[in-house]
C-alpha cells in the first residue's frame, strides 16, 4: 500500500478508536475529567483501569466515530486543557506508581485562537518536559494519524508501538504540499517524502514495533493486544535504568550509522 492510501486508512471514522481499545482491553475503566484550570476537553479521555492484573493509567485521544461525536471531540484535535489533563493523570501515576498507556490518534493540535491564548504551546512543552522525567512506565500505542506536536505531546514514552496503517509526521502531507509546492494537490508525493508509514518509523528506531490490523476490532485483535501490552508493561516496571533508558532512546534519533 502506497503511503498516502496509508493516510487515508488511517483517517477512516470506522476504525476503532481510543475508547474503543479502551474498552475492549482493560476492565473497570473510570473516567476522569477536567484540567483543574479551565475545563474538560472532550478530545482527551483518560481516567484508570485495570491490565490484566496490573492498575494503569490509561489516556487517549478521541476522534469519535459519526460525525456528530467527531464535532463533539473536535476531531481529535486538543486544546491546552486536554494536554494539561492528560499530564495531571500522569503525574497522579507517578504518585502511586501506575503505568501510564497513551493511545495517540490526531492529526494535531487544535488551531485555533482560543487555544493559543490560553497557552497550547506551553501545554504540549510542559508535557514533552514532564513525561521525559516520568518515574513510572510508559507505553504508547499509535493507532491512525499521529500528528506532529499535538500527537508527541503524549508520545514521549518508554516503547511506541504503531498499527500497520498508523502514520507518524510532522504535518499532514497535504499541509507539506501546500507549503513546499503550493499545490495540496501533490499530497501523494509529499506523503512518500516525508517517511510517515509504520515501516519506516520501525526503520528509523521511532517506533519499537507494528501491529498488525489484521482482524482489527475483533475479540482476538485486543486479546491479543492486551497480552503483548500486559508483558511490555511487566518488562518495564522490572527496569531499574527506566529513566536513562528513556533518554538514550531519544537521544539516538537522527543518527546515522552509515
Not at 475503566?29 to 484540567?35: M, P, R, S, T, Y
Not at 491546552?80 to 489533563?85: F, V
Request: proline fraction near 3%; glycine fraction near 10%.
Amino acid at each position: 500500500m502506497e503511503a498516502y492510501e496509508r493516510v487515508k486508512t488511517a483517517r477512516l471514522s470506522s476504525r476503532p478508536t481510543a475508547l474503543d481499545f479502551i474498552h475492549s482491553i482493560f476492565r473497570g475503566f473510570i473516567e476522569f475529567h477536567g484540567d483543574r484550570r479551565h475545563g474538560d476537553d472532550k478530545a482527551v479521555v483518560g481516567g484508570i483501569a485495570w491490565l490484566g492484573d496490573i492498575p494503569v493509567t490509561v489516556i487517549g485521544i478521541e476522534k469519535g466515530h459519526s460525525t456528530a461525536e467527531r464535532m463533539e471531540r473536535s476531531f481529535g484535535a486538543p486544546e491546552p486543557e486536554g494536554y494539561r489533563k492528560a499530564l495531571r493523570l500522569m503525574k497522579q501515576a507517578e504518585k502511586f506508581s501506575r503505568p501510564v498507556i497513551t493511545f495517540v490518534d490526531t492529526s494535531g493540535a487544535y488551531c485555533g485562537v482560543g487555544a493559543e491564548k490560553r497557552g497550547q504551546g506551553q501545554a504540549i512543552a510542559e508535557n514533552l518536559l514532564e513525561m521525559s522525567a516520568l518515574e513510572v512506565p510508559v507505553l504508547t500505542v499509535l493507532i491512525g494519524e499521529g500528528g506532529s506536536g499535538g500527537a508527541l505531546a503524549l508520545a514521549l514514552s518508554d516503547r511506541l508501538w504503531m498499527l500497520e496503517n498508523a502514520v507518524y509526521s510532522v504535518i499532514s502531507p497535504e499541509g507539506c504540499a501546500s507549503i513546499l509546492w503550493r499545490d495540496g494537490t501533490r499530497a501523494a508525493e509529499a506523503a512518500d517524502a516525508l517517511h510517515l508509514t509504520a515501516a519506516d518509523a520501525l526503520s528509523f528506531g521511532i517506533a519499537d514495533r507494528t501491529i498488525s490490523e489484521e482482524g482489527i476490532g475483533t475479540e482476538d485483535f485486543y486479546a491479543k493486544l492486551k497480552d503483548d501490552m500486559s508483558d511490555e508493561i511487566r518488562q518495564l516496571m522490572a527496569d531499574s535504568c527506566l529513566l536513562e533508558r528513556r533518554y538514550q532512546r531519544f537521544r539516538s534519533f537522527g543518527r546515522r550509522t552509515t
